[in-house]
């Protein structure tokens, strides 16, 4: 809960900081937005580690449809209901070890490109392909959601090649 109250805290911080730099005509903006970007990706991964943890911890079982609950493993057989507590997430990927394990694998590399690369050229654009990546192999929903506010984050201002150009 509390990683969640930073990445919104950084979102709007990086909104606001935005504006006012845009308004003085400053080159700042486009790098605090990268570093603002790296910061809330790198999050998104840790999040989806755990994800990739508590399916971890359910050792082999095979899961029916999915979605899922990552923690007790229930499989959810209908659309978002008052069912769905604790950390659902959702997997192409039918046992919950070997999902886990990519979960942890592409968020691991989710943090990875967050830390090194966001300031590349497609660093965005490959930061959202990783996030979506996350999203279906068991990271969770709020982690790919957080990914991709990142890549969107981190294109902006990188003149025709950014996502809000």
Do not use: C
């Not at 609950?69 to 997997?91: R, V």
């Not at 966001?118 to 999203?135: E, Y």
Request: net charge positive.
């Amino acid at each position: 809960m509390v990683l969640i109250l930073i990445v919104i805290t950084l979102i709007a911080v990086n909104i606001l900081e935005t504006v006012w730099l845009r308004l003085r005509h400053s080159n700042q903006a486009a790098r605090t937005s990268r570093v603002a970007a790296s910061i809330i990706g790198i999050i998104a991964g840790f999040i989806g580690a755990e994800h990739g943890y508590y399916e971890i911890l359910q050792r082999d079982r095979a899961l029916n449809g999915i979605l899922f609950d990552a923690i007790s493993g229930t499989s959810f057989s209908n659309l978002p209901t008052s069912q769905w507590t604790g950390w659902p997430a959702m997997t192409l990927v039918q046992n919950s070890r070997i999902t886990g394990i990519l979960a942890i694998l592409v968020s691991l590399v989710v943090m990875a490109w967050s830390a090194l690369f966001m300031q590349r050229k497609n660093g965005g654009r490959t930061l959202g392909l990783l996030s979506f990546l996350m999203l279906l192999v068991g990271g969770g929903f709020i982690p790919p959601l957080f990914g991709i506010i990142a890549a969107v984050i981190g294109s902006h201002g990188k003149g025709k090649q950014g996502v809000l150009s």
